[in-house]
């Protein structure tokens, strides 16, 4: 793609954001045409691309449309959607273990979909980010979990430390259809472009069972909710659908009457209080109530940070002490179920079925996956889940270079943590924070 390409449409985008930003009542009623433009759909191609990402109903991969044409392949679906003859297929639906033994069900829609998705996000995004609250941190471009943390972690030190901590049933599969298509049209006028949206939001899933059997479903155009996790577009749509919790509760008095601010991430939040937990639990509920939205009743509580910890965003944030004075002070630190999952996988990388692969590029792999994390999970005092991550992997590494090469016994004398770290070169969390200015906290 061409650096001209990516100007205009970043370009488009300021306009539509300006307009949006300096209109907060316009409706815009000429969207659709941007979302079959060339520069458009090229720019929305190349994000499929860099996210990857599985095949659809279809079959057809990125490497299949390569082989056709990326240019060719990009003219027909523009054509398709100019004449307005374009149809979603129905999107492949698989599950994903969670942590806690269940499964989530994720959505892959076509290439082909994906694609006509992440075009009409890139003319959309820009009009809801104007609109979208301070308090929501996911899926925005400049904000993070990291920061919404951060922002937990200071309103506790302000003096909000009743926490509710709260968790929706499937909010995703919950969003109803009408009330989001209301929050869109609220800004959008276009109804070629409403229609395009609906479209999606009621897309057959198809899913295999053990059997191999295709079985497809209308659930959501039956039951008139839901969009599908995996999505290009649903984070946008539930971003936009959480607004209306997060603006109302402010606009009916909640945040001000109760003193209890929300910090919101996706499908995940927290509001923390000044001594009115128990209102804004009530008050809560009651809006998730009028949202058509479930409340997860076994997990979502209510606490006091000093004396009960609380999980937000893979941090425990709650009562810490200082190793130097033994003084107590509220802080956050890695879960102990983001270290047991990151230990995990580095269990499966150093599995016996990866013994053909060389040792620099296991090497390699694993130092990824520990980066990765470290550069996620480095705010408050990490020493403890760093030395716990190091030991795990230096003793999984060293059992595979033993199966690998058919050494006897445990391979500390053969392999030595000196030789891991200095001849393999693995990444050791525990000096990686020494030499890393925001993990000293």
Not at 165 to 178: E, K, M, T, V, W
Not at 237 to 253: D, E, I, P
Not at 361 to 366: G, H, L, N, P
Request: with cysteine; aromatic share 10%; glycine share 8%.
């Amino acid at each position: 793609m061409s650096l001209s390409t990516l100007l205009k449409v970043q370009k488009l985008q300021a306009a539509l954001h300006a307009k949006a930003k300096g209109s907060p009542g316009f409706r815009f009623y000429a969207l659709y045409d941007k979302v079959y433009r060339a520069d458009v759909l090229e720019e929305a191609y190349e994000r499929c691309r860099k996210n990857g990402g599985a095949a659809g109903v279809d079959g057809q991969r990125f490497e299949d449309i390569e082989g056709y044409g990326v240019q060719r392949w990009l003219g027909e679906l523009a054509q398709e959607l100019r004449d307005k003859r374009y149809r979603p297929q129905a999107v492949r639906r698989v599950y994903i273990p969670k942590p806690d033994g269940k499964q989530r069900p994720l959505g892959i829609p076509t290439v082909r979909d994906r694609v006509a998705q992440m075009a009409a996000v890139l003319v959309l995004e820009p009009i809801f980010e104007a609109d979208l609250q301070p308090e929501q941190y996911a899926y925005r471009a400049n904000r993070s979990a990291l920061e919404a943390v951060g922002k937990v972690h200071s309103l506790l030190h302000t003096g909000h430390t009743e926490v509710v901590d709260a968790d929706l049933s499937g909010y995703f599969d919950s969003i109803p259809h009408a009330e989001l298509m209301k929050s869109v049209a609220r800004r959008v006028s276009d109804r070629h472009m409403l229609r395009l949206i609906k479209m999606w939001l009621e897309a057959p899933v198809e899913e295999i069972d053990e059997r191999g059997r295709h079985r497809r479903t209308t659930r959501n155009k039956d039951e008139g909710r839901g969009t599908p996790q995996g999505a290009p577009i649903s984070p946008l749509l539930s971003n936009l659908y959480m607004r209306r919790f997060v603006l109302g509760w402010k606009t009916l008095g909640h945040e001000s009457r109760l003193r209890a601010y929300i910090v919101n991430y996706a499908d995940d939040f927290v509001i923390c209080c000044r001594g009115t937990a128990d209102q804004a639990m009530a008050a809560m509920r009651e809006m998730m109530q009028r949202l058509r939205l479930a409340v997860n009743e076994q997990k979502t509580r209510q606490c006091r940070a000093w004396d009960e910890s609380f999980e937000f965003l893979g941090y425990t944030i709650g009562r810490c002490y200082s190793p130097q004075t033994g003084r107590s002070y509220l802080g956050t630190k890695p879960s102990k179920k983001a270290i047991s999952r990151l230990c995990g996988e580095i269990s499966e990388l150093t599995e016996r079925r990866w013994g053909f692969i060389e040792t620099e590029e296991q090497v390699a792999r694993i130092n990824r996956k520990l980066q990765g994390w470290s550069n996620y999970f480095r705010i408050g005092p990490v020493s403890k889940a760093y030395r716990a991550v190091d030991q795990h992997t230096a003793d999984r590494l060293r059992q595979w270079l033993c199966r690998k090469h058919k050494v006897q016994g445990a391979g500390t004398t053969r392999y030595p943590y000196r030789y891991l770290y200095e001849k393999l070169k693995l990444v050791r969390l525990e000096v990686r924070r020494r030499n890393v200015t925001w993990a000293k906290a």
